[in-house]
């Protein structure tokens, strides 16, 4: 029986001011609408034009739970294309990456395809002759996404024909993308190897909010961060001996509350946001010999501090990416199933910056968020203890109250004490508007 | 031990597999050197283990902080606690330097990790450098290739 479907008035009493249903993180209907709904009309990330660098060049990925395939024409404009021949609906390309020369060829029956879907040739054409097929949507190829932006470098796209255009969609929170790729003295990014990919069998919006939960690191990864702190305590060796990399890494995660809440959260409209607004985890990295300087030549002194002191930590580019500027990382949270998620965590180089600095964030990459990670293993045991949890009939609603303010403005910039959970509520906001935008009225 | 045999080195690869399997975690820690490398590269045929990423790169002071994390009262993944199974393939010995005392051995085996009621099974290489340091055999490199390591995995919990 279908509960949800065009039936916006539904999806609205799912999200309350201070709760939201449970059926948001475990219902297979709800799961399905967010795909047809919230991942069709909001800005998706897709990849990076540096895993496209030359003509033919290709990434295979999904939007949501559509196949599509990233690929360089030869007008070396990037395009995003559904995943699908559309004569039998053969996914064209199964790869991760790899270059396909002009043009794409179907292994199944060999109609072919420009780089930007436009049908090339089909063989034996001439049993099509006379049948319609100019009529047809074959005709025109592998269909291309509704729309794509490269914001320097990053490659956004929108299912939908029609939508929210990017620049307004995103706004200022495009601020803490500027912030990573001005790390590099360059101005440029490049991927630096394949992505940890990580499943998670729970809903992907509890991985979306855990990115701006700042009251989880010392509870959930006490085990990692504590234990590491302890042993270093400990630990026979030399007055004022430097802490390795892996403890300036890690030890952070033990920050007391009040770092947390110092650190300040601010929350854009759509339902992006970050944490570490004053400073964050961060912050205190040992310096990079020779990387200052580069900075300085590069911007000058008074734009490198800039760039350089603003250390944020997570923020979230709703629906589904985090990215992490500081340490150039990315983490893109692909929805399967209600209850399946996969996790892939990317990292980038700073073009023209010290081979040290890839060195701390693929340290960090692996630390952190690998499935061999301690820190990752406490973060998954959560989300699937809440998965189940959530089927408890002891209670429906989730609770994201914390610091809640009654009359919340989401359409504003608001900058708040670091723990409260507004981010949460800005993207239940965002979720509510995307989810019901383009749903039939009231039907039922 | 003066110069160790073919058999004092395959036994070790056996002896260092029971250990982790039995869970004798201090006693595995003792067969690193203080400045050993463990390696579980990410991408097939991996070469850089730092500028891209791995899915471990450990030295003495991480597999010790792993080790006393799987200890812990709040260790929440491991309550309750993971357990491993290793199935060793005989090992190849690929080099034998008796002057240095440096031996490279080459291992394929099969690796089971089970908690609650999942189980997982891996493929894997491990390519273990050994060193004779007054007497003993000790690691001082082991890199470890899983068979399908650009897979999505859930938790992988313990060494292989």
């Known amino acids: ?444 | 031990m003066k110069a160790p045999t073919r058999d004092d080195l395959i036994d070790f690869v056996y002896e260092e597999a029971r250990m982790l399997d039995d869970g004798r975690f201090d006693e595995w820690l003792d067969l690193w050197t203080h400045d050993s490398y463990y390696w579980m590269p990410l991408d097939y045929n991996q070469e850089d283990a730092k500028h891209v990423t791995s899915l471990l790169h450990e030295d003495a002071f991480m597999r010790k902080l792993r080790v006393e994390r799987f200890k812990g009262e709040r260790t929440f993944s491991q309550k309750p606690k993971t357990r491993c199974h290793h199935v060793l393939n005989r090992p190849f010995i690929d080099h034998m330097d008796e002057e240095k005392g440096e031996y490279v051995t080459h291992t394929a085996f099969h690796y089971v990790e089970t908690r609650l009621d999942d189980q997982i099974l891996l493929a894997a290489t491990a390519r273990h450098e050994l060193k004779l340091i007054e007497g003993k055999l000790k690691i001082t490199h082991k890199r470890v290739d899983l068979l399908n390591s650009d897979a999505a995995f859930g938790n992988i919990q313990m060494f292989l």
């Open chain 1, 1 to 444: 029986m279908s509960r949800y479907a065009n039936n916006p008035e539904a999806i609205r009493n799912l999200i309350r001011p201070t709760e939201v249903h449970r059926d948001v993180y475990i219902d297979q209907e709800v799961f399905e609408l967010e795909m047809k709904h919230l991942f069709a009309n909001t800005w998706v990330f897709v990849g990076h034009e540096s895993q496209t660098p030359n003509k033919g060049d290709y990434f295979t990925t999904e939007i949501g739970t559509q196949p599509v395939i990233m690929v360089r024409h030869s007008d070396n404009e990037i395009y995003v294309l559904h995943n699908r021949c559309p004569h039998k609906g053969t996914k064209i390309a199964i790869d991760r990456t790899g270059n396909t020369g002009k043009f794409f060829r179907c292994p199944y029956h060999a109609w072919s395809f420009k780089t930007n879907g436009c049908l090339l040739a089909i063989p034996l054409r001439k049993g099509y002759k006379d049948t319609g097929l100019e009529e047809s949507e074959s005709v025109n190829g592998m269909a291309p996404v509704g729309a794509v932006k490269n914001y320097r470098g990053f490659i956004f796209a929108r299912l939908n024909k029609e939508g929210p255009d990017f620049e307004s969609f995103f706004g200022e929170a495009l601020s803490s993308f500027d912030n990573m790729v001005d790390r590099s003295p360059e101005g440029r990014l490049e991927v630096a190897g394949p992505p940890l990919r990580y499943m998670h069998r729970c809903n992907w919006k509890m991985l979306v909010e855990n990115q701006t939960d700042t009251c989880h690191p010392m509870v959930a990864h006490e085990s990692s961060a504590g234990t590491a702190i302890d042993l270093w305590e400990k630990m026979d060796k030399p007055e004022g001996t430097q802490k390795p990399m892996a403890m300036e890494v890690i030890a952070p995660f033990m920050s007391p509350y009040e770092f947390f809440e110092n650190m300040g959260i601010r929350t854009w409209p759509n339902g992006h946001g970050h944490t570490g607004v004053h400073h964050s985890i961060h912050s205190d990295y040992s310096a990079i010999p020779g990387y200052y300087e580069q900075m300085v030549e590069a911007y000058g002194e008074e734009r490198a501090k800039a760039i350089l002191g603003e250390n944020r930590h997570n923020t979230v580019y709703f629906p589904n990416i985090m990215i992490k500027g500081p340490i150039q990382q990315l983490r893109l949270f692909t929805p399967i199933a209600a209850d399946k998620t996969l996790v892939e965590s990317y990292i980038y180089r700073l073009v023209g910056a010290p081979d040290m600095l890839l060195e701390r964030t693929a340290m960090y990459n692996r630390m952190i968020n690998a499935p061999t990670s301690m820190v990752g293993h406490d973060d998954l045991e959560m989300y699937e203890r809440a998965q189940e949890g959530l089927h408890s009939d002891g209670l429906e609603w989730v609770n994201v109250q914390r610091l809640y303010q009654e009359g919340e403005n989401f359409d504003e910039i608001a900058v708040e004490n670091g723990t409260t959970e507004r981010q949460m509520r800005n993207q239940f906001h965002a979720w509510e508007k995307y989810m019901t935008m383009t749903m039939e009225g009231d039907a039922q």
